[in-house]
């Protein structure tokens, strides 16, 4: 097996096919445009301008389109794939279809001499670039195991699951269960807000482009007549990325949005706040200006910098919701016109302590150029540790965050605290603090590395780390800069509700004497 048809490159099959050449199959594709395809041509892959040149002499066809609908008509209408393909090819739908649909393809191939198999995927586009891919096959096994070479080219979790149409019902339950996982955080939340607990949701400015909202709302985006996009999200080359951060996402067609009055974002925001007390939007800079890379660039370098709806947009989810509670996530460079719609918005900023300790003493994150209108945070996901952040200070910075501070040294082991002591003692409103800094641990609790794939959020907190010790500590250090909520105020001291009264002898006296 050598010669391999691919129909649907898009943001998943451009990657399948990149991965599918790596492993030193010729790849033959068909788009209904070709320039959209002209990178994966250039790297080596054969255009074909119909689907009937481009399977007609394939040893295996692998399609990945966009809806069922689409699935039919690649397999059963006019210069179909059923009607091209050289007697037993292998023919394999990565589509996301139903059960029935891969029923029908493995019926009618079959009676022509196809080897069908179903093979949904999981992982998104990352997980396409990585080759990191879950494939989970329906169909004959030995069709299965013939094609592992393919499988094994695009992904890393493959399973057999049975006769045809069972891995798009592996798939379903896949997606049923993800569902079921959703519905168990939503009671979570509700129980956490009855305890009195608030809850800050953190939203991403933009979603994924196999998203639901990216299928279902096209017109929502910046797409071509095919569906994928013009331009992606990302951020330019900078200190920490010289080729910049290229994301992915597909970005907003500002002028749509206007003429529905933003109804998609008050949406958007009414739903986060069914579930929080607080929305964190992260980019607050893209609503301003937002950084565009050309689709199909394999950097962030092309981008352009375009207008944002800006104020516009808060103005309209405010008419329609008021003043919701809303955080702005406005770290990175920040231009003037960004901080002035900050400052019309009235919401507050994030203020990082990991980014205060400049030895020039100029950074805006230092405590004491804090206004209320502010959240302050020790670090965030997307940083290391306080104590793994620390460590890898220079000598300069560690001195002057001393001094700063006003001690001669910081312990290893109890420096977390004094961090977040000098984060509660601010004049910030909030003050949010990673667990991993409650629990002081080091650099192998990181959750996210930005701009990388594999390795991140696998950190989990071991169970009884959380002991009644840190919660008294944590509890008589939030008491102590008055940031104890009213609800919490009323019930007993953590630590102390539990202690039972016994009669002692201290001294010549006899006192009560809890223990």
């Not at 009676?111 to 998104?124: E, N, Q, Y």
């Not at 192998?444 to 500590?473: C, Y």
Request: hydrophobic share 35%; glycine share 10%; net charge negative.
């Amino acid at each position: 097996m050598n010669k391999v048809g691919f129909i649907g490159v898009g943001i998943m099959g451009k990657s399948m096919v990149r991965n599918l050449m790596k492993a030193g199959f010729e790849l033959h594709i068909y788009a209904r445009t070709k320039s959209k395809v002209e990178d994966v041509i250039g790297e080596g892959a054969q255009f074909h301008e119909s689907i009937k040149d481009c399977v007609q002499d394939c040893d295996a066809v692998i399609t990945i389109v966009g809806f069922p609908q689409d699935v039919e008509e690649v397999y059963f209408d006019e210069g179909n794939i059923l009607d091209s393909a050289k007697e037993g090819a292998y023919l394999i739908d990565m589509t996301t279809t139903s059960p029935q649909i891969a029923e029908k393809i493995y019926a009618e191939g079959t009676k022509r001499g196809f080897h069908v198999m179903d093979a949904p995927v999981t992982g998104g586009d990352t997980g396409a670039k990585a080759g990191t891919l879950s494939i989970l096959v329906g169909g004959e096994k030995e069709d299965y195991e013939a094609c592992m070479p393919l499988f094994e080219a695009m992904g890393t979790n493959i399973n057999y699951q049975g006769k045809a149409g069972c891995g798009q019902h592996c798939k379903l339950a896949n997606q049923i269960m993800i569902a079921g996982t959703l519905s168990g955080v939503c009671e979570a939340l509700t129980y956490a807000k009855e305890q009195g607990i608030q809850i800050i949701g953190d939203i991403p400015i933009y979603v994924a482009f196999d998203s639901a909202d990216a299928w279902a709302a096209p017109e929502l985006f910046q797409f071509d007549e095919e569906n994928n996009p013009i331009r992606v999200a990302g951020c330019p080359p900078d200190a920490f990325a010289k080729t910049g951060q290229l994301w992915g996402n597909p970005l907003y067609n500002w002028e749509y949005h206007q003429k529905t009055g933003y109804a998609w974002w008050i949406q958007r925001i009414r739903y986060c706040f069914q579930r929080y007390d607080v929305v964190r939007i992260d980019h607050f800079r893209g609503f301003d200006e937002y950084y565009a890379i050309p689709y199909g660039e394999s950097t962030a370098e092309n981008g352009t910098w375009m207008p944002g709806p800006g104020m516009k947009l808060f103005q309209a989810i405010e008419k329609e919701l008021g003043r919701p509670e809303i955080i702005a996530e406005d770290l990175g460079f920040l231009t003037e016109s960004v901080l002035q719609m900050l400052k019309e918005s009235g919401f507050p900023g994030m203020k990082v302590l990991q980014f205060a300790f400049d030895p020039s003493g100029e950074s805006v994150y230092l405590p004491h150029r804090y206004s209320e209108n502010c959240v302050v945070y020790t670090g965030t996901h997307d940083n290391d540790t306080t104590r793994g952040w620390y460590r890898t200070l220079d000598k300069e910075s560690r001195d002057f965050a001393k001094e700063y501070m006003g001690v001669s040294r910081l312990d290893d082991d109890t420096l977390t605290w004094d961090f977040m002591r000098l984060a509660m003692g601010s004049a910030a409103q909030l003050c949010v603090t990673p667990i991993q800094d409650i629990l002081g641990i080091d650099g192998s609790g990181r959750i996210n590395m930005p701009s990388t794939l594999g390795g991140n959020w696998t950190w989990q907190m071991e169970k009884g780390a959380f002991d009644k010790k840190i919660v008294h500590k944590l509890y008589r250090m939030t008491q102590l800069y008055g940031r104890l909520n009213e609800q919490i105020k009323k019930q007993p001291e953590p630590g102390m509700e539990n202690l039972k009264c016994k009669e002692k002898r201290v001294g010549k006296n006899k006192k009560l004497r809890k223990e």
